[in-house]
């Protein structure tokens, strides 16, 4: 079983609709989350961090964990064509020196 | 502030030779520097782990002498591809971590991208 599994879609939606992209995993010691967004041929760039369970908010993006169901979440809000990239979550625990990263979700929002 | 140069962005080689791929911390000191490897469609492949002044620790599966990292300062990271063969094209990303930087946080170069002939 790998670490952390992450639908890889593709997942094509309207522009304007909402996004869930979502990750499950294992090792109930993560505890730092992260999602970043990796446009083609380009780095990951940091999206959203977060800590433990709960919410978070930047914008038109939230970021949910769930420590006890193992399960993270990221909702985008009025997807715009821009948001079109493939998108990562990412985890670790503390003391750990990498990440676990899932395989990412290519994301489309059409116009 | 936190971005991660890479150079070259892409390179073409002819097989048999070696590639040389910087990765630079531009304004901020990186105690641990990350290589991955990606290919197309799929996540990230963690190569190997370098910290400053030390021998990099390499995944398992992944040949060291013929991925060769030199991390020599606080803000640079080389990997060179030697020999490269046709099989080692492929994208691949360095990442920093900063000295105080958030718990597992990282910041990504924009990547490079190899074809070997």
């Known amino acids: 079983q790998k670490e952390v599994e992450q639908d890889p879609g593709p997942l094509s939606v309207p522009e304007g609709a909402i996004v869930s992209l979502n990750c499950t995993y294992s090792?109930?010691?993560?505890?730092?989350f992260m999602w970043y967004r990796q446009y083609s041929r380009k780095g990951p760039e940091l999206l959203m961090y977060?800590?433990?369970?709960g919410n978070k908010e930047d914008g038109r993006f939230t970021a949910q964990v769930d420590k006890s169901s193992k399960y993270i979440s990221l909702f985008i809000r009025d997807s715009q064509p821009s948001d079109s990239a493939t998108y990562l979550c990412?985890?670790?625990?503390?003391?750990?020196?990498?990440?676990?990263f899932g395989t990412g979700t290519r994301l489309t929002v059409i116009p | 502030g936190a971005v991660v140069s890479q150079h070259p962005s892409w390179v073409i080689c002819k097989s048999g030779t070696s590639v040389k791929i910087e990765c630079r911390s531009l304004d901020f000191q990186a105690t641990t520097m990350f290589w991955y490897r990606q290919f197309p469609k799929q996540s990230l492949m963690l190569m190997a782990t370098?910290?400053?002044?030390?021998?990099?620790?390499?995944e398992q599966g992944v040949e060291k002498d013929k991925f060769l990292i030199n991390h020599a300062s606080l803000t640079l990271s080389t990997l060179t591809v030697t020999s490269a063969h046709p099989e080692d094209s492929s994208f691949y990303i360095c990442?920093?971590?900063?000295?105080?930087?958030?718990?597992?946080?990282?910041?990504f170069g924009e990547g490079s991208r190899l074809t070997v002939l």
């Open positions: 370098s910290n400053e002044g030390s021998k990099a620790t390499y």
């Open positions: 977060t800590y433990s369970s």
């Open positions: 990412a985890m670790t625990q503390t003391g750990a020196n990498n990440l676990f």
């Open positions: 090792n109930s010691a993560f505890q730092y």
């Open positions: 990442s920093a971590r900063r000295a105080s930087g958030r718990n597992g946080e990282l910041f």
